[in-house]
């Protein structure tokens, strides 16, 4: 991705909006309040094996029609994907953390403003051929918000609102 395309830099993603998964992962760990000694990658399921060590268990939503989009048989919207994940989350402030199938090529998260999240899944697929939303995995972190949002590959979701910060803990 170059920073010559102007769709990018009209919603503020050059190069410099992009960030290590190190980074992604301690802001994660910051929000759950944990330590990990052990190298782990940014998946639905790791977060929520985290979030479960933590005695706190995700509540998983089934998504409509999953199996027929999976197979192309069906079509989901943005509109629809953005309903779901997002509804109750504030977005008018602060930054919002994106990992995505994608990112995991050169291991770097997407970084930008909340208020750009639905302008970044709408154009992305012009500005990168494919569709935001694919049958794979999405990870939403909301740090000003303490909210997480995760789309898991096999047609669930989950929001997680992260309100009190537990004591730090030390994890495997």
């Known amino acids: 991705m170059g920073t010559h395309n102007p769709t990018i830099k009209a919603i503020g993603l050059t190069m410099d909006k992009k960030q290590s998964f190190d980074i992604a992962k301690n802001t994660l760990l910051t929000l759950f309040g944990v330590q990990i000694k052990n ?6 399921d790791n977060i929520a094996k985290i979030l479960e060590n933590k005695c706190a268990e995700l509540e998983w939503k089934k998504i409509e029609n ?3 989009f999976e197979t ?3 079509i989901i919207t943005n509109e629809y994907f953005i ?3 997002f509804s109750g989350v504030n977005m008018k402030n602060g930054k919002v953390i994106i990992i995505t199938d994608e990112c995991f090529n050169d291991k770097m998260a997407y970084n930008i403003e909340a208020n750009k999240t639905i302008e970044f899944i709408n154009n992305y697929e012009r500005d990168y051929g494919i569709a ?3 049958p ?3 990870i939403f972190i909301f740090s000003d ?3 997480i949002v995760l789309l898991h590959h096999g047609g669930i979701y989950s929001k997680y609102n992260y309100i009190d910060k537990p004591t730090m803990g030390v994890m495997g």
Do not use: K
């Open 39 to 44: 190298d782990w990658d940014l998946t639905p």
């Open 66 to 68: 999953w199996e027929q």
């Open 72 to 74: 192309g048989n069906e």
């Open 83 to 85: 309903e779901i994940l």
């Open 132 to 134: 935001f939303f694919q």
């Open 136 to 138: 794979s995995d999405y």
């Open 145 to 147: 918000e303490n909210i």
